[in-house]
């Protein structure tokens, strides 16, 4: 059967280095918690510098129901990565690529290009593919936007991961070593430091409802 792929092309300037972008992205723990109406499970069945191979439980647009897909990220460059999706025996394929550009050191541009693999007489849903695409990121977008803005707040404060702020945990050291620094740059670590058991049991919701500030009560 002649296959052809639906396409679609979504684009955001966020305020942020591209490192924290990238950050944001590879860090599959925060999926269950931000994008909670999406996801319900994540494990990691492999990683490393360079890619991740995780299983998701997940919700796909217009589909009421929960299935299981494997997804592949892969950082091929600097400023490039590659998303596969399959679900379904492998009946439905999605490939996503990013492409992060640079504007200057604190504003990154991101766009996102999506590729569904069809039989060719389905050519005709085009239209409706490209609009729900680009409603996605425009909702997945908005969902992590309070994550970046904490993180990188925070971090230009002299946080680290699982050590905190130095002069918050101990009063004897001084914050004007932070204070006269504030455009200190984002360093990427990949792979992206874990709490949970997301490569054993996987990373579970824990509640149903979910505050841009935590979990609520």
């Not at 860090?27 to 994540?42: A, L, S």
């Given at each position: 059967?002649?296959?052809?792929?639906?396409?679609?092309?979504?684009?955001?300037?966020?305020?942020?280095?591209?490192?924290?972008?990238?950050?944001?992205?590879?860090?599959?723990?925060?999926?269950?918690?931000?994008?909670?109406?999406?996801?319900?499970?994540?494990?990691?069945?492999?990683?490393?510098?360079?890619?991740?191979?995780?299983?998701?439980?997940?919700?796909?647009?217009?589909?009421?129901?929960?299935?299981?897909?494997?997804?592949?990220?892969?950082?091929?460059?600097?400023?490039?990565?590659?998303?596969?999706?399959?679900?379904?025996?492998?009946?439905?394929?999605?490939?996503?690529?990013?492409?992060?550009?640079?504007?200057?050191?604190?504003?990154?541009?991101?766009?996102?290009?999506?590729?569904?693999?069809?039989?060719?007489?389905?050519?005709?849903?085009?239209?409706?593919?490209?609009?729900?695409?680009?409603?996605?990121?425009?909702?997945?977008?908005?969902?992590?936007?309070?994550?970046?803005?904490?993180?990188?707040?925070?971090?230009?404060?002299?946080?680290?991961?699982?050590?905190?702020?130095?002069?918050?945990?101990?009063?004897?050291?001084?914050?004007?070593?932070?204070?006269?620094?504030?455009?200190?740059?984002?360093?990427?670590?990949?792979?992206?430091?874990?709490?949970?058991?997301?490569?054993?049991?996987?990373?579970f919701r824990l509640f149903?409802?979910?505050?841009?500030?935590?979990?609520?009560?």
């Open positions: 059967m002649k296959k052809t792929y639906l396409k679609s092309t979504s684009e955001a300037v966020a305020p942020f280095p591209k490192d924290l972008l990238l950050w944001n992205y590879w860090d599959h723990e925060h999926v269950v918690g931000t994008h909670f109406e999406h996801y319900k499970k994540v494990k990691i069945i492999r990683e490393n510098e360079k890619e991740c191979l995780s299983e998701r439980t997940a919700k796909l647009p217009l589909v009421p129901f929960y299935i299981t897909e494997q997804t592949l990220a892969k950082l091929e460059s600097p400023n490039k990565m590659l998303v596969y999706h399959s679900t379904l025996f492998n009946l439905v394929k999605v490939k996503q690529v990013f492409d992060f550009e640079e504007i200057d050191k604190n504003n990154c541009r991101v766009t996102r290009s999506d590729f569904l693999e069809i039989p060719y007489f389905l050519k005709f849903l085009q239209k409706l593919f490209d609009i729900i695409m680009k409603k996605w990121f425009v909702a997945v977008w908005a969902e992590d936007m309070p994550m970046r803005e904490r993180r990188y707040k925070v971090w230009k404060l002299g946080f680290k991961d699982f050590k905190g702020i130095d002069y918050v945990n101990d009063e004897k050291v001084s914050s004007n070593s932070y204070q006269r620094h504030p455009e200190r740059d984002y360093k990427l670590e990949l792979p992206v430091p874990k709490i949970t058991n997301i490569k054993k049991e996987g990373s149903k409802k979910s505050k841009h500030l935590g979990y609520s009560k």
